[in-house]
Nanobody, 116 residues
Framework: QVQLVESGGGFVQPGGSLRLSCVASGSFFSFYPMAWYRQAPGKQRELVGGVTSGGSIYYVDSVKGRFTISRDNAKKTMYLQMNNLKPEDTAVYYC??????????WGKGTQVTVSS
């Protein structure tokens, strides 16, 4: 079993910044891939970006240049630095990981609201 806990969400004005964290525990290994997803009200959950098992980082086009993903393996933590936030970034942000048994684990999410 793997547990994931997201934190760092909040309310921010357009153009502002937030840094999200996702802490893993349980039977988690640093080589597991991790990813950030988000789900806006009334919409499907969508991929934001992530870190592969080899350490490569990727993003979807809508966040490139604004969001930065990083990972601290010693702390079993993945981060999402979000800059120049826009109202359309408003969503619940989730992290996930896929374990060696092919099971995908999700956190409970953290709310990000961008509004003036």
């Amino acid at each position: 079993q793997v547990q994931l806990v997201e934190s760092g969400g909040g309310f921010v004005q357009p153009g502002g910044s937030l840094r999200l964290s996702c802490v893993a525990s349980g039977s988690f290994f640093s080589f597991y891939p991790m990813a950030w997803y988000r789900q806006a009200p009334g919409k499907q959950r969508e991929l934001v970006g992530g870190v592969t098992s080899g350490g490569s980082i990727y993003y979807v086009d809508s966040v490139k240049g604004r969001f930065t993903i990083s990972r601290d393996n010693a702390k079993k933590t993945m981060y999402l630095q979000m800059n120049n936030l826009k109202p359309e970034d408003t969503a619940v942000y989730y992290c996930n990981t896929k374990a060696a048994n092919d099971v995908t684990y999700w956190g409970k999410g953290t709310q990000v609201t961008v509004s003036s």
